[in-house]
């Protein structure tokens, strides 16, 4: 029970931010627009990125508003990223490969994405969402090979958003759920409240499992 319980911590720090079977559902328009966003982010077009991937975020309308994927979804990862060179805040050489690092995660090339994603934080140190990015492909390589190692390193990543950006909700998610994978469970259940002050919603089953860790049941 206890390493499935721990798997399943790792493969949800696996879906934050990289697309999955599940990501898109019956959805496949969105996953086409989605793509294609990510594409253009890999070609430096941040407007056109941008565009595509907000049509993406739109799951329905309705006559109540417009209904969206939920922040950690890898629309909405990627949009903020789309937004962040749109508005100059990170370079056209950054962008490129911050997308193409996520492009290659999309396909399963996890080293390849990893090295991408280490140039990132070489190109822009004071970009937090690239440490966050780095560290859940640390995060999935961690599954794939069973090291702790790995978790080790996307605990310094998030870390290192950490101190650029305080309230950086995903990155306390991402980094309460690390902690999780190698059992340090109070120190998951402080960055999963935080996550959750920040405005980043987290599963409830993901917080029950933690505070029967911490509470010892």
């Known amino acids: 029970m206890k390493n499935r319980l721990l798997l399943s911590f790792i493969i949800f720090a696996f ?7 599940q990501a898109f559902g019956e959805g496949l328009p969105q996953k086409i627009l989605y793509e294609q966003g990510i594409t253009a982010g890999m070609n430096k077009n941040c407007e056109q990125a941008t565009k595509l991937l907000r049509k993406a975020q739109v799951i329905r309308k309705t006559s109540h508003g417009i209904d969206k994927v ?6 909405s990862r990627a ?5 962040d060179c749109k508005s100059g805040k990170i370079t056209k050489e950054t962008v490129e490969a911050l997308f193409t690092s996520i492009h290659e995660a999309n396909k399963n090339n996890w080293t390849l994405s990893l090295s991408l994603a280490q140039k990132v934080t070489q190109l822009a140190p004071k970009y937090a969402e690239g440490y966050v990015h780095m560290g859940s492909v ?3 390589l961690a599954g794939l090979r069973g090291s702790t190692s790995f978790v080790k390193k996307a605990i ?3 870390k290192s958003a950490l101190k650029i950006e305080p309230k950086n909700g995903n990155a306390h998610l991402n980094l309460g759920v690390a902690y999780a ?3 340090q469970w109070k120190m998951a259940k402080v960055h999963l409240s935080l996550a959750t002050s920040y405005g980043v919603i987290v599963p409830t089953e993901l917080i029950a499992a933690i505070d029967s860790r911490v509470g010892g049941r």
């Open 181 to 183: 994978t190698i059992q």
């Open 156 to 158: 310094k990543a998030y």
């Open 15 to 21: 879906t934050c931010g990289f697309v999955t079977p």
């Open 70 to 75: 939920p922040a950690g979804h890898p629309v």
């Open 79 to 83: 949009l903020v990223l789309a937004k």
């Open 138 to 140: 640390c995060m999935k």
